[in-house]
């Protein structure tokens, strides 16, 4: 376990570090020692004395010189490396001294290999005055080794602390910047836990995974012997059980709150023959184990013949199945691989795994993911320093690029790969030869009236109402559909821009005159029949209810794809005269994958459609997988049309300007404009809770028009358990229920499905067709074991499988399997639930919601929104694809209308608290809205300073800019200009204050210079 804090005073750290209960000289002769090649030139060598640690963390150099001396000086970081439990109780319990030595060498290789020479950073002021960021490539830090938890249980750990001082490249000393500590603490920690986990193999000991990120422990260490010298970790656990959290953030904050001071340690003799008599009343000793990793460490150290002959045995076979892998370019393959080691070969084909494993998400990513990532899979003997030269042999042989460095030190954050550089590029050429190859149905003039008539008919069918018009936004949309020359062109709508009525508009001017509309969604139902709501994007469902012809661009694709590709023949002139006359419209665009979207183009242009419009909001989340194509082709100059009217929240002028301010970036501002009204609700570390009780406290009518949206899948899961419970207690919600294993998805890549490390006994592996290379068919296995050779033991119908992962084909282009987690889920009369997968038999949509009628042991029966009702026998495989549906996070909600909404957010999540994520939760709701979170003022600065977007490879080489920052993103008054009333524009001004007066110019004073220059 890795993790970081600041130093909050220097004489405490001193007095802490140096006096604190870290091993004796006898035990650990390298225990309170200078490390970094800072503290080198400075010359800090040897054992750490408390005077001069305490004025190093106080800027004080040796030589008496004082660095960054400002106000609010920070001290520097204390990173705290802690052995898994099992290392200590064999090291520390046990007696085996080897474990603290390697544990201390694994710590040094992090420190210097990773985070001195690749995280030191300090502030070079050449070009900027607030200053820019510039590699150092040294430290000053101190190392001391304790071994005790606060709780008094065994427990290593090495504090590495980091004093805020680095030299620049010119010899300066100045204050670190440790921006990149912070951000890479999981890659450190990857790093980490590779190091010990190679050497304590090497000392002969066996380990298996019991985490991410690297976590391990050591094999034959019992599980009841690991918690009983777990107390610390036990107390925060019934925290997290009393408070019901669920998010990792949650839990970090927990941590901290039941936090103790360390205990003093009276007789250390006395506290170790405690720790092993409390082993000895669980009958173990670990004796047996340590002899074993001794003779089998003994063994490797002196092999003999037979031990020589398997260890060459296993080099060959490592090299034989490099060698029958598929050809990539990424890794050695075919002959090539039998000559080179097994530890080449590893960090080849790890480094191989983590692209493709980053890439299904992102079109660029830096090396330091790349590095935690191919750490994470726990390949045997695999370190992070083989990764890191490999990638530096990617860079170097073009098989990944670097991206755009505008630094002085010519240091790129970004690396892409020639694939999703090529595939971005082939997507805008594409829709450049698409230019003046489009159908122009009409005049421009000629369209504007149809499209009115349209539209006060779609009045008189969907309301009775006379006067539907377009506004300018759609209309110009429609006339560019229905008059454009273009085949492919973008609509941008902000959230509410009334996509589904122009929609319904452009389908019936084109049926008049024999062409028809089809839409495409991202899946097959956006959640759109949320108790009655309904919704601005268009579903499949809801395209074909308004008379659409709809398909998920997956069944598009499938359908249409392969015919296409021929490019002639029978099955190409047959799909090619289907669609003649016919236009294609993809809606939330933001949402759809590079892939997807290169698809839906190639199919445009080789079956000749008359037009390929792309709709939606760049703005609001993108899609899951690589990709961001919508934004990237309007920055590139495509033909695009806005739709800049929120017609959705047009009643209520307050959400009207918030959703404004959210969609131009301004999310601080947006939750300053709602507390002035009385909508943000403060709760601290039990604001989920608080979000629940607000929903119960509703009047029945109002619950039924209030939804419940979260930023993430926990918080979700955490309110629908609450609210269930809240419901069970009112009664509203009848019987004793039935209990359930549904199935959640683990939320694995489909290249982390090829290593043993990401399966866990219990889990579901779902086969969605025939996996010949694992001879797997179709239907649900139980994971039962994961072994140490990489293989993974499966059960179905009472019969084992047993699986290696690393066969399956990485460059297969179907997602064949799926993993999931088993959750207990307990149901009752009158919950309501939605369906996480599709049902084909019975016409149910992924994501369609309904509520139980009536459970029993023996079935469980639900009424569908469109009313029909079914009963779903026990065992029946859709009881397993079941959840509760109080609650939707951004993904989900992202298209859904409703009048009124409570936005779950908290500070604490990092990468879902995002100003794409605030923009998708703010423009949900037409009436009212109102926020619940942790801390406000924390929200915001994380929202501020966290955009949510996407790579794009074209963007991260410079080639383009697609999301341009802010000239100043803390200058509020940079405002878009929003309609309001006097009311509301009052409330927005006190909320930014008073206008600053321009600076009057002074000349320079030689005491300003002086201090700045200090």
Known sequence: ?????????????????????????????????????????????????????????????????????????????????SMPKSASILALVTGDKRILDAHLVAVKSTMSQLVEKRLAEARNYERNRNGEPEKTGNLVYALFAHDTSRALDPQGHVHAVVANLTRDLKGNWKALWNGEIWKNNTTIGQFYHAAFRARLQRLGYETEASGKHGAFEIKGVPKEVIKAFSTRTAEIEAKIAETGATRLAT??????????????????????????????????????????????????ARPTMRETASQAFAEVTTRISAALRLP???????????????????????????????????????????????????????????????IGQLIESGQLIPGKSDRLDGHFDLVTTPEALAREQQILDRIDAGAGNGRAFMAPDVAVERLQQAARELGRERAGAEDWQLNAGQLSAGVAVLSGEDRFLNIQGVAGAGKSTLLGAVAKVLAEDGVRLVGLAFQNKMVADLRGGGSQAMSVDEMQAAGIEAYTIARFVSTYGSAAARGEGERFEAAKAELRDTVVVTDE?????????????????????????????????????????????????????????????????????????????????????????????????????????????????????????????????????????????????????????????????????????????????????????????????????????????LEREGRTKLIDPDRLDPQHRFDRLGLYEQKDL???????????????????????????????????????????????????????????????????????????????????????????????????????????????????????????????ALEATGRIEVDKPPANPTDARQVPDLKMSPELRAKLDAVLGPRPEAQVRQLPVPEKSLGLDL
């Open 328 to 390: 990539s370019d990424l890794a050695a393959s075919g002959p090539a691989a039998l000559f080179l080691s097994a530890e080449t070969i590893k960090a080849q084909h790890a480094t191989a795994s983590a692209i493709r494993h980053l890439s299904e998400r992102e079109a660029a990513f830096s090396p330091h993911a790349i590095l935690s990532a191919a750490l994470g899979f726990q390949i045997r003997g695999l370190e992070g320093e083989a990764v890191i030269e490999r």
């Open 1 to 81: 376990m890795h993790s970081i804090a600041p130093v909050r005073s220097a004489g405490g750290a001193a007095d802490y570090f140096a006096n604190d209960n870290y091993y004796t000289a006898e035990e650990n002769a390298e225990a309170g020692v200078w490390g970094g090649e800072g503290a080198r030139l400075l010359g800090l060598e040897g054992d750490v004395g408390r005077d001069a640690f305490e004025a190093v963390l106080g800027g004080k150099l040796p030589s008496g010189e004082m660095v960054g001396q400002v106000e609010g000086r920070r001290l520097g970081l204390d990173l705290t490396f």
């Open 589 to 793: 665009s933001s949402m759809v994958s590079s892939r997807d979207m290169l698809s839906v183009i190639a199919i445009a242009e080789r079956l000749d459609l008359a037009k390929a419009p792309f709709m939606g909001d760049r703005q609001q989340l993108s899609a899951i997988e690589q990709g961001k194509m919508f934004a990237v082709s309007q920055s590139a100059g495509h033909a695009t049309v806005r739709m800049d009217e929120n017609i959705r929240q047009k009643n209520s002028p307050l959400l009207l300007a918030v959703a404004g301010l959210s969609n131009e970036g301004h999310a601080s501002l947006a939750l300053d404009l709602l507390a002035s009204h009385g909508k943000v609700t403060e709760a601290g570390k039990d604001h989920v809770a608080a979000a629940a009780d607000l929903w119960l406290s509703l009047p029945p009518d109002r619950r039924g028009q209030t939804a419940i949206f979260t930023a993430g899948r926990d918080d979700r899961a955490q309110i629908n358990a609450l609210v269930q419970a809240g419901l069970l207690r009112e009664g509203t919600l009848k019987g004793e229920g039935v209990a359930l294993k549904v199935l959640q998805s683990a939320n694995t890549t489909r290249e982390e499905m090829r290593f043993a490390s990401t399966y866990r006994a219990g889990q579901v592996l779902e086969a969605r067709m025939e996996v010949r290379e694992l001879g797997l068919g179709k239907g649900e296995y139980t994971v039962r074991d994961v072994r140490r050779d990489g293989k993974v033991m």
């Open 826 to 952: 307990r149901l009752h009369d009158g919950d309501t639930v939605f369906w996480r997968d599709k049902d084909a038999s019975r016409d149910i949509a992924k994501s369609t919601y309904a509520t139980v009628l009536a459970t029993s042991k023996d079935a469980v029966t639900l009424e569908l929104s469109d009313r029909r009702q079914v009963t779903l026998p026990a065992g029946d495989p859709m009881l397993r694809r079941l959840d509760l549906g109080y609650a939707l996070n951004a993904h989900m909600a992202q298209g859904v209308t409703i009048a009124r909404a409570i936005e779950v957010i908290s500070s604490s999540q990092r990468n879902l608290a995002t100003q794409r994520t605030q923009n998708v939760l703010n423009t949900r709701a037409t009436d009212d809205m109102h926020v619940v979170t942790n801390d406000l003022a924390a929200l915001k600065f994380q929202l501020d300073r966290t955009p949510g977007n996407k790579t794009s």
């Open 251 to 300: 839990k970090k904050q927990i941590t901290l709150y039941t936090r103790d001071p360390k205990l003093d340690v009276a007789d250390r003799q006395a506290l170790v023959e405690g720790w092993q008599a409390r082993a000895a009343e669980l009958g173990f000793d670990g004796k047996a184990l340590v002899a074993e990793a001794q003779e089998r460490a003994a063994t490797q």
